[in-house]
């Protein structure tokens, strides 16, 4: 079936104002992450949801950044007065997690490239 | 905390050499190690790496896992132009609900 699909794949929004970005995962992974890539560096977590469990929002750099995950399937991250250090592309992933087995594999989406002016 | 760090973070080579690329880590309660390919924006799998000594190969790519000296290589044997892209090594933390990537390796293959 179809990969992960992340919507718009580019943003240019002026620094105070507030973004969302959307990510479909792969069907019947219950598994998602959100990670965000900033010029030249590696990812960084930011968020994962895995089914009805509360998610880890351990890597949320601020209280301005939030993400939900409507009925265990598209996730939305929100960015609210967005700040010039938020320029970046956001990734997210999905994956089937088996408890036990070989797991974890990340499938990743194509990214939002965010610039905020 | 759980860290990975790769090297070289750049790498320039002509068409035809063989690269090695370096992944070093320290988590708890080790898992897996990954590595992935980003051309662009997406990063696509390559291996997924459990055992010790034990080569996981794909064409001309191929990797191996040392988990008594905690690192891994991936190597890439008669480069060509297409494997240009950051390689990025990954491990999963906690209990396997996030990955942690090492600042990736920028190889450049010139013809």
């Excluded at chain 1, 794949?9 to 105070?16: D, F, L």
């Excluded at chain 1, 301005?64 to 997210?92: H, M, N, P, W």
């Excluded at chain 2, 068409?15 to 696509?44: H, I, M």
Aim: hydrophobic share 35%; charged share 20%; proline share 4%.
């Amino acid at each position: 079936g179809a990969g992960v699909s992340q919507s718009p794949s580019n943003k240019v929004t002026e620094k105070g104002k507030d973004v969302e970005l959307r990510c479909d995962p792969i069907s019947g992974h219950t598994a998602l992450y959100w990670y965000r890539q900033s010029l030249g560096q590696g990812l960084e977590f930011l968020i994962y949801f895995q089914g009805n469990s509360a998610p880890d929002k351990s890597g949320l750099p601020s209280d301005r950044f939030s993400a939900e995950r409507t009925g265990g399937s598209v996730s939305t991250l929100t960015i609210q007065r967005t700040q010039q250090e938020d320029s970046a592309v956001y990734l997210c992933a999905s994956s089937l997690v088996w408890w036990g087995g070989n797991d974890n594999e990340q499938f990743f989406g194509p990214g939002t490239r965010l610039t905020v002016l | 905390e759980d860290k990975v760090v790769q090297s070289p973070l750049s790498l320039v080579v002509h068409e035809g050499d063989t690269v090695t690329l370096n992944c070093s880590y320290e988590v708890t309660n080790f898992r897996s190690l990954l590595w992935y390919k980003q051309e662009k924006k997406a990063p696509t799998f390559l291996f997924m790496l459990t055992s010790s000594g034990i080569e996981k190969k794909s064409g001309r790519l191929s990797s191996i896992l040392d988990k008594k000296e905690l690192f891994s290589i991936l190597n890439i044997t008669a480069t060509q132009t297409g494997d240009s892209a950051v390689y990025l090594c990954a491990v999963p933390s906690q209990g396997a609900q996030k990955l942690v990537f090492g600042q990736g390796t920028r190889l450049t293959i010139n013809p």
